[in-house]
C-alpha cells in the first residue's frame, strides 16, 4: 500500500496534511499519537470511509479511488462509528464474506469455535475484551492484505490482549499481510 500527500480536512480545520508512507508486506507498523492527532481520520480516509481533499491510496499499483476493488484488501472496523452492535454473529458473518471476496470462511469457523463464541451471539452482549477479539477474528479471515487496527489493544485484559497479539502474530506469519496499528499508548 501506498499513501501519497494525504490530505483531509473537516469544518474547515485540517486534520491530516501532507502524510506519505508504504505498507510492504509481512511488516507491522506501529502509529503513535495522542488522542486528537488524526489517527482515526487517517484511518478512515485510508479506508475509504472519508474522501481526501488531495492524495492518493494505491493497492497493488492502482488507487482505490480508480478501482475501488481493491478496498477489498484494507480491513477497518470503527470501533467508535461501527454497525456491528445490531448483529448476531451468524450476520456479521454473512456481511464480511460479502463484502471481502477472499474471506475464510473455514478459519473463521475454527477460529470462533476455539474461542467458544456461538454463532446466535450478539455482538452488543458481548465484553469489550471480546468484542477486540471478534474483531481480530474478523480481521484475520477477512483475507484483505492491509489491516488497519485502531487501538486494538484499549481496554482489553492481559489474557485477551495475549490472545489477540498472538493471533495477529499467526496470521501475519502464515499470510504475509501488512499491519498499521494506531495507538496513543507507548506500552
Do not use: W
Amino acid at each position: 500500500m501506498k499513501v501519497t500527500n494525504l490530505r483531509k480536512q473537516m469544518n474547515e480545520e485540517i486534520i491530516i496534511t501532507q502524510i506519505n508512507f508504504e505498507l510492504f508486506e509481512n511488516e507491522i507498523v506501529g502509529l503513535i499519537g495522542r488522542n486528537g492527532s488524526g489517527k482515526t481520520t487517517l484511518f478512515r480516509t485510508i479506508a475509504g470511509n472519508y474522501l481526501p481533499e488531495t492524495g492518493d491510496i494505491q493497492v497493488a499499483g492502482a488507487s482505490i479511488y480508480q478501482d475501488p476493488t481493491k478496498k477489498a484488501e484494507i480491513f477497518y472496523i470503527d470501533e467508535l462509528d461501527n454497525f456491528l452492535s445490531g448483529y448476531t454473529l451468524k450476520k456479521l458473518n454473512h456481511f464480511y464474506r460479502y463484502a471481502y471476496p477472499k474471506f475464510d470462511q473455514d478459519l473463521y469457523l475454527q477460529l470462533l469455535a476455539e474461542n467458544q463464541f456461538p454463532e446466535h451471539l450478539s455482538y452488543r452482549r458481548m465484553s469489550k475484551g471480546m468484542q477486540g477479539l471478534y474483531q481480530m477474528i474478523l480481521a484475520i479471515a477477512s483475507g484483505a492484505n492491509y489491516l488497519l487496527l485502531d487501538e486494538p489493544f484499549d481496554g482489553l485484559d492481559v489474557i485477551v490482549r495475549k490472545k489477540v497479539i498472538g493471533l495477529l502474530l499467526e496470521h501475519v506469519a502464515e499470510k504475509g499481510c501488512s499491519v498499521l496499528i494506531a495507538s496513543h499508548n507507548l506500552k
